[in-house]
């Protein structure tokens, strides 16, 4: 009885474009979401391993790796530049291992 509710619901709406502009958004969305879990876990293994597969393996030019290559290197340099130019954190104030009066809440008896 469910299912049919769901095929009659299709069949009323009529707004495909809507329907087709939401999926394609969808879509863009887990792209993004996984190149960033890529980028974040791969970024040193690509940016030291290519030239290494370069120049002491004599690996084949590859220019698709060599744009990721690039994109790692500047990933790399704006961590760098919010560590330590910047000094700013990824994390909001109050979730970095702070309590609510700001102190923090590992343990300082040592």
């Known amino acids: 009885m469910r299912a049919v509710r769901l095929i009659r619901f299709d069949k009323i709406n009529l ?3 809507f329907q087709i502009k939401e999926s394609l958004k969808r879509e863009l ?3 993004y979401g996984t190149s960033i879990l890529f980028f974040y876990y ?3 293994f690509i940016f030291l391993g290519l030239p290494w597969l370069y120049f002491g393996l004599d690996y084949k030019d590859n220019w698709i790796l060599d744009i990721i290559w690039v994109i790692c290197l500047i990933l790399i ?3 760098f ?3 330590f130019v910047l000094k700013k954190s990824y994390c909001d104030k109050g979730s970095c291992g702070k309590d609510k009066n700001g102190n923090n809440s590992k343990n ?3």
């Open 15 to 17: 707004n495909k474009g």
């Open 29 to 31: 969305r887990h792209l």
């Open 42 to 44: 791969a970024k040193w």
């Open 77 to 79: 340099i704006k961590d």
């Open 81 to 83: 530049i919010y560590k």
């Open 108 to 110: 300082e008896s040592e």
